[in-house]
């Protein structure tokens, strides 16, 4: 249906560095990374026509097909690669997250009900509970004859779960805990399987014995019969139509003095006597409930790789349909093809650059989420750095979805607007991802106190003296730059578009244009903070913790700034990182540009920032506008085969624009018209009329 310069996976042996071009089979194996075998089952299993979202359903018949797509998914062997092999799983942590990740193109209601069934219900069993436990409960999650919710969220407490309302009391006298809602804040809201199909519940409560509150702990409580008859004590309300994700029967659930023998306390790190006498592992609370909380960070790993693949499809979709979409006369007299437009280009291509970086900084977080969880490098140190990881990556592919998502859409039009076509849809049920799991602005605070908990460490030991050096040498550094080689910079860029950008495409300059974005905002965050409590009077800890939380809330937003910027320099390493790895000189040259369209682009984004901190010239920043719309130019020709190394097949992506119908449409408009100018059945414009006779008047 489409035109190509070359054949699509020809061996690339005859390339040149004037037209180099990219093998796609080697680009599509770099994007399938180390999971390429379990994408590709679920890819296949993802294309049963069984699994499909269908447009208009009422959200009761949709909620019921999601349910049995479930039991398609534990027919097919699609859910238990991550469980211990004795319990009839895989040991395949990565696999299974990878694998997860690709039912998305299948209908994303069936993806996240698997993920509250599997990911989230039976993961916090297999990872806060014991072998009992296992033994016990694991089977039947497994099998879906006990489906199940996951209660963590409170209509009060979204993120900030260490301060839930719901208590779990334990009775020393009849050896059981008491479940409590006490008050309509503590209800568990937004739960999959609460308001129809869960039978159990994992409650996250306050643990409180002997009158001491030991923090947040999963309990298993039973909330319905197998013939869906809520239990006594536990209540459900139905959330209704959503945004979204609409065949996922999310719900509230409170509890009202309900009873749980003690044995149902997942005590992987926990645990309560018959005597009512608490023990742990960890010894610091705060520790403690980290490291259960951390237990269960496959959600951000999931979500990251979900909204990439979304991201691939509405790429592929609005890139296909705008390389054959024709629209306003051009030169040649034909219309012109929208990706020929500069504009049009401008909205899709930065947009596919940024889709590589962050599908190859996907496979990194995942590749550290298994080297955590398979046990082959699980330390605290690269827990808290999944933890961080997860945290920014996912705020920022989530956020980026959406955006795409939506610039897909009007890319294509009218078109982009009709279910069948797949990106309103998928713009619905994405939205809700950017909250999952944690919302983004919090997520990225949570890297931002990491960023500086790691800065604070290089003058550990109470060395002030050199944090103020730094700080002074940062300062003057920045004087520096805005003077003396700021004027150099202007001088040698002048009118020198080329000499402009030169210093800059090398790797090593834009990484360090990237790392002294965070570098320079951290310390600089670092110092305020500092600063804000050197008015306190030593020995007063109350106005110091005061005046801490005000700087705190005062550089928040810069802090949160400092996360995103910190996460973007990730993902440009990743992708560099894999350019590394790919011998293919034709692959790897395109993907070259295209990882400097997305280095160069972070730049122009930023630029503001970098021409206040003297770190570029005005020059130089026309410059990068400049060279990126060069970049562009030169990836347009690559952009279908860019594309097509995602892999995503017809019954994957389900849209018909995708198809080559468009294309079909125009040589049949193109046929028809220069069939009636060959007859001489062609009417003439009436411009042309007037052009005819005026040319007659003059002569």
Do not use: C
């Not at 092999?85 to 993806?111: K, R």
């Not at 301060?163 to 334990?170: C, E, L, N």
């Not at 629209?327 to 291509?349: C, K």
């Not at 360090?512 to 409590?533: G, K, Q």
Request: aromatic share 6%; no cysteine.
């Amino acid at each position: 249906m489409r035109s190509r310069a070359h054949a699509k996976g020809a061996p690339m042996s005859d390339t040149t560095p004037k037209d180099p071009r990219i093998n796609t089979s080697v680009v599509s194996d770099a994007l399938l990374g180390k999971w390429k075998k379990e994408r590709l089952e679920s890819r296949a299993l993802a294309a049963d026509p069984r699994l499909h979202t269908i447009n208009g359903q009422s959200m009761d018949e949709h909620r019921a097909r999601v349910l049995e797509q479930l039991g398609i998914l534990v027919e097919h062997g699609a859910i238990q690669r991550a469980y211990p092999s004795d319990l009839g799983g895989g040991d395949n942590h990565g696999g299974n997250i990878a694998a997860f990740q690709e039912l998305v193109l299948a209908d994303p209601s069936l993806q996240i009900k698997s993920g509250v069934q599997w990911g989230l219900f039976g993961a916090a069993i297999l990872h806060l509970g014991t072998r009992t436990h296992h033994e016990k409960w694991l089977p039947d999650v497994m099998s879906l004859k006990l489906p199940g919710a996951f209660a963590m969220t409170e209509i009060g407490h979204g993120s900030d779960v260490a301060s839930v309302g719901t208590t779990a009391t334990y009775d020393p006298e009849t050896e059981e805990f008491e479940i409590h809602t006490p008050f309509t804040g503590a209800w568990k809201e937004y739960l999959g399987n609460a308001a129809l199909h869960g039978q159990a519940a994992v409650v996250f409560a306050q643990l409180i014995t002997r009158g001491v509150n030991h923090g947040v702990h999963a309990f298993f409580v039973p909330i319905r019969t197998p013939e869906g008859e809520m239990l006594p004590g536990v209540g459900s309300e139905d959330d209704g139509v959503k945004g979204g994700l609409n065949g996922i029967d999310n719900g509230r659930l409170h509890f009202t003095h309900v009873r749980i023998p003690r044995e149902n306390l997942l005590n992987r790190y926990g645990d309560v006597a018959a005597d009512g006498t608490y023990s742990s592992s960890i010894e610091s609370p705060g520790r403690r409930f980290f490291t259960m909380i951390g237990t269960l960070v496959q959600g951000r790993v999931s979500l990251d790789g979900s909204a990439v693949k979304a991201m691939m499809a509405a790429l592929t979709i609005a890139i296909r349909y705008g390389s054959e979409r024709r629209q306003f006369p051009g030169a040649s007299g034909r219309e012109t093809v929208l990706m020929d437009y500069g504009q049009h280009q401008r909205r899709l291509i930065p947009r596919l650059a940024q889709t590589y970086a962050m599908a190859f900084a996907s496979e990194r977080l995942l590749t550290v989420f298994d080297e955590v969880f398979s046990g082959a490098k699980d330390t605290d140190e690269n827990r808290e750095d999944l933890e961080t990881l997860a945290a920014g990556l996912k705020s920022l592919s989530t956020w980026a979805a959406l955006d795409t998502l939506q610039e897909a859409r009007e890319a294509t039009g009218g078109a982009g607007f009709i279910a069948k076509n797949r990106l309103t849809g998928l713009r619905a049920d994405l939205d809700i991802y950017v909250t999952f799991e944690g919302d983004n602005t919090v997520l990225l605070q949570l890297v931002g106190k990491r960023l500086l908990t790691d800065y604070a460490k290089q003058f550990a030991g109470g060395d002030k003296a050199a944090m103020a050096k730094a700080a002074a040498s940062q300062l003057g550094d920045r004087v520096s730059r805005f003077g003396l080689r700021q004027m150099g910079q202007s001088i040698a860029d002048l009118g020198q578009v080329a000499r402009s950008v030169e210093s800059l495409r090398a790797p090593e300059s834009q990484r360090a244009l990237l790392t002294d974005r965070v570098e320079t905002m951290v310390s600089e965050i670092a110092m305020a903070l500092r600063e804000a409590t050197k008015h306190v009077p030593k020995g007063d800890a109350h106005g110091k913790a005061i005046a801490n939380e005000e700087a705190f809330n005062a550089q928040q937003h810069k802090l949160i700034q400092a996360a995103r910027a910190h996460a973007e320099l990730l993902q440009w390493e990743a992708f560099t990182e894999e350019l590394e790895r790919i011998s293919d000189p034709g692959s790897k040259q395109v993907l070259t540009w295209l990882r400097d369209l997305f280095g160069f682009g972070l730049i122009e984004e930023h630029a503001a920032w970098y021409l206040v901190q003297g770190r570029i010239s005005g020059q130089r920043a026309e410059a990068v506008t400049a060279y990126i719309d060069r970049l562009i130019a030169r990836l347009r020709p690559h952009a279908l085969d860019l594309v097509d190394a995602f892999g995503l097949a017809p019954e994957l992506l389900r849209a018909e624009i995708a198809t080559g119908i468009e294309a079909e449409r125009q040589e049949e408009a193109h046929a028809y018209v220069e069939a009636q100018r060959a007859a001489g059945t062609w009417p003439i414009h009436e411009k042309e009329l007037r052009k005819r006779a005026k040319q007659e008047g003059r002569a």
